[in-house]
């Protein structure tokens, strides 16, 4: 109903949209590359916040397709809802690192 009314081909606000033309850049999307690039150049480690429907995995799908994957490694972990010894086993998946039984362990 809405894509007729303002003449658009697709939801411009979708996830999904990451690679085709149309996609919704807002002030926010721009900061949180800008933000991302930043930890790819120093080679840091960055964590962001923020309330649900806000752009971070959409923004940071696009940055993932921007990075060469041979020089990259990137881990998006979205269950904010583990405990913490499930988030550390998780973050050791996703760096390749086998998860050990304790949290100083890992």
């Known amino acids: 109903m809405f894509s007729d009314y303002y003449g658009l081909s697709g939801n411009p606000f979708d996830k999904q949209m990451t690679d085709r033309l149309g ?3 807002s002030h926010d999307h721009r900061e949180m590359t800008t933000r991302l690039n930043y930890l ?3 080679r840091g480690v960055g964590v962001f916040t923020a309330q ?8 940071f799908r696009c940055f993932l397709k921007g990075l060469n994957r041979n020089l990259y490694r990137a881990a998006y972990l979205c269950l904010s809802t583990v405990s913490i010894t499930e988030f550390y086993r998780q973050l ?15």
Request: proline fraction near 7%; glycine fraction near 18%; charge should be positive.
């Open 23 to 25: 996609f919704f850049q």
């Open 40 to 42: 790819k150049d120093i």
């Open 52 to 59: 649900p429907g806000m752009g971070k995995t959409c923004s």
């Open 92 to 106: 050791c998946g996703a760096l390749g690192l086998e998860g050990a039984f304790s949290k100083p362990a890992m």
